[in-house]
């Protein structure tokens, strides 16, 4: 089984490589492959991790879309 561990937050698991190489699929067939699952998703999560740090009024206003998203699902 495949994980990234950090001392807090999230971590890769297979569940979510396998969301994602089923996206890839559908919108990047030939580049579906587990290794680039995996460097999608540890991409998304150092660019979220930087972007905490160098503009959190981004990440507040994003965080604040998701949650309007959100409500508008249920």
């Known amino acids: 089984m ?3 561990n950090m001392s807090n937050g999230y ?3 297979e569940k979510d ?3 994602v190489l089923n ?3 559908i919108h990047d ?3 579906a492959t587990p290794e680039m699952a995996i460097e999608f998703l540890e991409y998304f ?3 979220f991790h ?3 740090h160098t503009d959190p009024d981004k990440l507040a206003e994003m965080y604040e879309e998701f949650k309007k998203a959100k ?3 249920n």
């Open 23 to 25: 996206y890839l699929k």
């Open 17 to 19: 490589i396998d969301k």
């Open 11 to 13: 971590q890769i698991n």
């Open 50 to 52: 930087e972007l905490a």
């Open 45 to 47: 999560k150092a660019k």
């Open 2 to 4: 495949y994980t990234t």
């Open 29 to 31: 067939p030939e580049h």
């Open 71 to 73: 409500r508008t699902k």
